[in-house]
C-alpha cells in the first residue's frame, strides 16, 4: 500500500501569520512553490495554507493590497492535516471530497510534509510508464 510518506515533500516552506502578502509573494518567487505553510505560533494552534488560490482571491478579486495585509488575513487556517501513514488512495479521496490540491502532512503534532495532488499524479504516471 502506497502511503503518504512515500509521496509528500518533506522541505516544506513556511511562513509567519505576521509576514505581509508581499513577502509571501517574494517567497513564493525565491523559493519556486506554489503554497507556503503558515506557521503555528502556539502549539495549540492549528497550521494554515497559503496557496495561489488564496492570494488570487484576496490580491487580485477583491483588491487587497499586498503591503497592508498579512499572511494570516488571506490562508486558510485551518489547513486539512493528514497523518504520513495514510494511504495515498485516502488523502487522495479527502483532496477529491473537499477539492483541496494539498495537504499538510503531520506526525503528532509536528509538521513533516506537504502532498500535493500533483505529487500523487506524477507518482501514478511515473508507475505507469
Known amino acids: 500500500m502506497l502511503t503518504v510518506k512515500d509521496v509528500m515533500v518533506s522541505e516544506v516552506v513556511t511562513i509567519s501569520p505576521y509576514s505581509t502578502l508581499r513577502e509571501a ?6 523559493r519556486q512553490v506554489k503554497s507556503l505553510v503558515v506557521e503555528r ?9 497559503l496557496s495561489y488560490r488564496e492570494l ?7 483588491e487587497g493590497d499586498v503591503d497592508l495585509l498579512n499572511v494570516y488575513d488571506a490562508a486558510t487556517i485551518p ?5 504520513q501513514q495514510l494511504s495515498v488512495r485516502q ?3 479527502l483532496m477529491s471530497r473537499y477539492r483541496l490540491s494539498r495537504l499538510v502532512v503531520v506526525e503528532g503534532n509536528q509538521l513533516v510534509g506537504l502532498l500535493a ?8 504516471m511515473e508507475e505507469l510508464t
Open 117 to 124: 495532488m500533483n505529487d500523487i499524479l506524477a507518482r501514478l
Open 25 to 30: 509573494l517574494s517567497t513564493m518567487k525565491e
Open 79 to 83: 489547513a486539512i492535516t493528514v497523518n
Open 91 to 93: 488523502a487522495a479521496a
Open 41 to 49: 505560533q502556539h502549539a495549540h494552534d492549528a497550521y494554515g495554507m
Open 56 to 62: 488570487l482571491d484576496t490580491v487580485v478579486a477583491q
